[in-house]
């Protein structure tokens, strides 16, 4: 069927009607589309409210439409807009912003101001599959939409040393029994390094590891990469939970540092193997002016805290600063000092607790993973008054529940920013900055 694409949506499709047949005026969703562009799809899932498509051959191009970089692009389920020109990428999930925003209640226009640095080669963090394919030992991503493995040659959106390291490992596994055998135990690989590059760290999940050797490889592949300062497996079991498999990892062998040192915005973190830090090299020190600079007090919240990227900057304005995390191994150890408090605990509870204590910050800055940060804590952080409120959030739904949330209790929306964490891919991240 001919579809004409409307608009991007989240999730990476272009949205067409569809025009002839009994689903006429049915909703369709096409991959691989541009705003604009005259395609040839064909029907392939169905769900009640909405088709989807496959794209057969676009008749129209879009003025934007650009070749692809990468070989895998469209199989792999990694990137989803490198048929598009940066600027169009760009364009499109600003749309996507203010559309899913607006959808949320808040209809007050806003301009969404970008923040955007190189758009390849930019991530600091890759986690490969390892599994044989036709016979030979490959690494890899899952295909689109599918648990199906894809050997991959190359991942240009990672930096260069992450994929050159994987392919150091694949090579030794080729001549050396003993790396052979733990890279046929890896299920996966996650390589993390400095932005620099400098540095590297390596962790080989596994469901059970091999006897021993391990210390071998990592020495062997440190001749290959001298950059590789430590590495570790990660064991994998699953346990039966409440009526279904929780997946359990426990830290196995160690060789070298247990992480790194990471630089950014002025500031060195400890960031152990495994723990979360932003994944975009070039775009942290920007994300951490956008959230913490013209900013200052007496007290500062920073309410899921990784590592304390936002706490340690906000020292440097606020007397003192809290610093909450529920995975909060590395902030404790390094969030120490005059002024500095780290404290291990879900953010609700925190604040559960907070409400009926006298403190009161002059800041709070939130940053939640991807379900945002629920209804409970907006309306706790109702009850707190506080003045500012910066809210980091990587994804535009729960991001559009909760500041509606809190603008329903006061707060007014007063910047909004988009800084483009993960270019190629519909993923995008938005600071919102709220004042009462
Ligand atoms: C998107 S990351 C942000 C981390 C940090 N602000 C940064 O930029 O590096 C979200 C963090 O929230 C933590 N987290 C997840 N659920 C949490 C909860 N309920 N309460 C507190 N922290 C939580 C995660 O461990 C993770 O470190």
Redesign the pocket.
């Known amino acids: 069927m001919k579809l004409r694409i409307e608009k991007a949506i989240y999730g990476g499709s272009g949205l067409a009607h569809q025009t002839e047949g009994k689903d006429a005026g049915k909703a369709i969703f096409v991959p691989f589309t541009l705003p604009g562009e005259l395609v040839e799809a064909q029907r392939s899932e169905e769900k009640s409210s909405f088709g989807e498509a496959k794209l057969l051959n676009i008749i129209e191009p879009s003025a934007n439409r650009i070749e692809q970089r990468c070989t895998h692009f469209g199989e792999c389920g990694g990137c989803h807009y490198q048929h598009a020109d940066y600027a169009a990428q760009i364009e499109m999930k600003h749309e996507i912003l203010r559309e899913t925003l607006e959808r949320a209640g808040l209809t007050d226009p806003l301009q969404i101001q970008t923040h955007t640095n190189k758009p390849w080669h930019y991530r600091n963090r890759i986690r490969l599959r390892a599994a044989k394919f036709e016979g030979n030992l490959r690494v890899g991503y899952l295909r689109r939409a599918s648990a199906e493995f894809l050997p991959i040659q190359m991942c240009p959106i990672s930096a260069p040393l992450l994929f050159k390291a994987a392919e150091a490992l694949l090579q030794l596994a080729q001549q050396d029994p003993n790396a052979s055998r733990w890279m046929q135990a890896a299920t996966e690989i996650e390589l993390f390094t400095k932005a620099d590059q400098t540095k590297l760290q390596i962790t080989l999940f596994v469901s059970e590891e091999p006897a021993k050797g391990f210390i071998d490889l990592c020495t062997k592949l440190q001749q290959l990469i001298p950059q590789l300062v430590g590495a570790g497996t990660a064991i994998l079991s699953t346990e039966a939970g409440r009526g279904r498999k929780v997946q359990k990892i426990k830290q196995g062998t160690s060789w070298g540092t247990e992480g790194l040192n990471y630089t950014a915005a002025n500031e060195s973190?400890w960031v152990s193997r495994g723990?979360?830090?932003?994944v975009n090299r070039f775009l942290?020190d920007e994300?951490?002016n956008l959230?913490t600079s013209n900013r200052s007090g007496t007290l500062a919240w920073?309410?899921?805290?990784?590592?304390?990227?936002?706490?340690r900057a906000l020292t440097k304005t606020f007397k003192q600063v809290v610093a909450?995390?529920?995975?909060?191994d590395d902030l404790t150890r390094t969030f120490k000092g005059e002024g500095r408090r780290a404290i291990a605990?879900?953010?609700?509870?925190?604040l559960r607790a907070a409400v009926v204590q006298r403190e009161r910050p002059d800041l709070i800055?939130l940053?939640?993973?991807?379900?945002g940060v629920g209804l409970e804590v907006c309306s706790l952080l109702a009850r707190l008054k506080t003045k500012h409120i910066v809210h980091?959030s990587?994804d535009p739904v729960t991001l559009g529940r909760d500041l509606k949330a809190m603008v329903d209790s006061g707060y007014r929306l007063a910047e909004l920013h988009m800084i483009d964490l993960f270019p190629q891919t519909f993923h995008l991240e938005t600071v919102a900055i709220l004042q009462q």
Do not use: H, K, M, N
């Open positions: 973190y723990g979360f830090f932003q942290i994300l951490v959230v920073d309410l899921f805290a990784g590592v304390g990227l936002f706490s909450v995390e529920a995975a909060a605990a879900t953010t609700l509870d925190f800055v940053d939640p993973p991807r379900a980091v990587c």
